[in-house]
């Protein structure tokens, strides 16, 4: 496994920061931190997100990461994220890391 790189700690910092029953996409998360873009957060998650709350990034369709679509759902469900089906409600549920609910990341 490649070693952490400075943009993975920073990716891996802001989902820890994504409060409970909100989600960011992975283009989101690429223009908050302004380096990247949605391939390169999802490297980052698939590579090292297994230690955070990857449940709470999603493409930004509201879909959950593949090949993990009924976990994503049952931990959203247990969060009380905002669902339209089985997909996230990202009107609703996403969250622009500079809200109230949680800390901002430099």
């Known amino acids: 496994m490649d070693a952490v790189n400075p943009f993975a700690e920073r990716v891996l910092d802001l989902v820890e920061r994504i409060p409970p029953g909100r989600v960011m996409s992975y283009g989101d998360i690429a223009e ?17 997100g297994g230690g955070v709350p990857w449940w709470r990034v999603v ?9 993990h679509e009924a976990r994503c759902l049952a931990r959203w469900r247990e969060e009380g994220t905002a669902l339209r089906g089985d997909r996230v409600d990202m009107r609703r549920a996403r969250w622009d890391g500079r809200s109230a609910d949680s800390q901002e990341v430099p």
């Open 59 to 67: 493409h930004a369709d509201g879909t959950g990461a593949p090949d």
């Open 32 to 48: 908050y931190l302004g380096q990247g873009g949605p391939r390169q957060v999802g490297r980052v998650m698939s590579t090292w």
